[in-house]
């Protein structure tokens, strides 16, 4: 099926707003198989955006609309869509009651202008937004399907996998139940991970169950996509491949699905009734404000120190901690260069002894800064799950 996804403003047009909604909808259509053909940005102008939607309904066969359904002047979704239809604007009575009970929760009057979200072209097919005042909906534009959605990301995020990917999946004729199994590694590339899993029995990038991968250093996503009757046989047909998956990436998983690796370590720490501290040079306290803001980490991070060039043993003994990371960086002189680099040291402490690795990592003073913290971070995952601290990482250099 072509699926066309249409994003609207003039922030989005102007560069003002870096439009991140458009590859979130893109990469979810992609994992469940709904191929996008064209990619449109539009302002906030009418002329332009009617041109758009008759356009888009000539050439696809559904079109997810982002954006234009606040309660400004400049948003312009739902009245350009009535127009392309040729339908008049009309009142939604249930979505408007919806509105005035949100705001009575909170102990606000709705304003007058808010009554524009509830209008909606005549004859459209309501999409819910449970978390959100800008109401989604659905027409049909020339022989395309239109379905339109908000622009706040956390809205429009959720509307996509509870709402639109079911319809537009029913509307191509797909097996409607899918799954995407993620699995999050830090330490190997993206050429070493398609090596690695290179030849499990229907697992290809065009293979019944879909391997795709993701790279945003210094972590690699590798994604697992299938189609299926229902759960059971999904859940079936996934179960050896996630297995193997597992066994070759190996100690260089560091989380799945949502979980993160700051994550996985606070769990761990409060598994065994631990606390910690750290202390880090040149990453600016980044390793600690990965954990510190997570839900419980106030019963376990005892302190953090940045810039100061501490033991972990210290560390852990003034703090009173369990546990104490410590990782400090000596940058190469001179300005950024393909060969700029710095010698990380990661030290750790706790009631046995103090362990401690060494790398090399090359690149730019951010490429650096980023390598280390999570290098930090990885090197106590390991140290808590009992696997070795010292294995080398492909972004080591010697």
Not at 199 to 222: N, S
Not at 237 to 261: C, H, K, S, W, Y
Not at 332 to 350: N, Q
Request: with cysteine; hydrophobic share 40%; proline share 4%.
């Amino acid at each position: 099926m072509r699926v066309e996804i249409l994003c609207t403003g003039d922030e989005i047009l102007t560069g003002k707003t870096v439009n991140t909604n458009y590859s979130h909808m893109a990469r979810r259509l992609a994992d469940v198989g709904l191929d996008v053909h064209w990619g449109t940005t539009v302002g906030d102008d009418r002329a332009s955006l009617l041109a758009a939607f008759r356009q888009a309904g000539a050439r696809a066969q559904a079109v997810i609309v982002n954006g234009g359904l606040g309660p400004t002047v400049d948003d312009l979704s739902q009245e350009v869509a009535a127009e392309a239809c040729g339908v008049p604007l009309v009142l939604s009575e249930h979505w408007m009651e919806r509105m005035t009970q949100s705001y009575a929760r909170r102990g606000r009057i709705m304003p007058a202008n808010n009554k524009k979200q509830a209008m909606l072209p005549e004859g459209a097919e309501f999409i819910d937004n449970p978390i959100g005042t800008a109401c989604g909906f659905a027409v049909t534009i020339g022989k395309a399907r239109f379905l339109f959605t908000p622009g706040v990301p956390r809205e429009m995020r959720r509307m996509l996998d509870e709402q639109v990917i079911p319809r537009l999946l029913k509307l191509s004729g797909m097996k409607a139940v899918t799954k995407l199994k993620r699995f999050h590694t830090f330490g190997i590339g993206e050429s070493r991970a398609d090596e690695l899993l290179a030849g499990i029995p229907g697992l290809a990038i065009d293979g019944d169950i879909k391997l795709g991968f993701q790279a945003h250093y210094p972590q690699l996503e590798t994604k697992l996509a299938a189609r299926g009757a229902d759960e059971a046989d999904l859940a079936r047909r996934l179960a050896p491949a996630e297995a193997e998956v597992r066994r070759r990436l190996g100690n260089f998983v560091i989380a799945e699905d949502d979980q993160t690796m700051e994550g996985v370590i606070l769990a761990k720490l409060r598994e065994g009734g631990h606390t910690l501290a750290i202390a880090e040079t040149f990453t600016g306290g980044n390793i600690a404000a990965r954990i510190a803001p997570l839900v419980g980490a106030e019963t376990v991070f005892r302190k953090g120190v940045i810039g100061g060039d501490v033991s972990a043993e210290r560390l852990r003994t003034e703090s009173g901690a369990s546990h104490a990371l410590a990782v400090a960086v000596q940058l190469d002189e001179g300005p950024d260069r393909p060969d700029f680099g710095a010698a990380i040291t990661v030290s750790l402490a706790d009631a046995k002894g103090t362990v401690s690795r060494q790398a090399r990592l090359v690149g730019g003073r951010d490429w650096v800064r980023v390598g280390a913290a999570e290098l930090g971070l990885d090197c106590l995952r390991r140290h808590l799950l009992g696997l070795p601290v010292d294995e080398r990482i492909d972004f080591e250099r010697r």
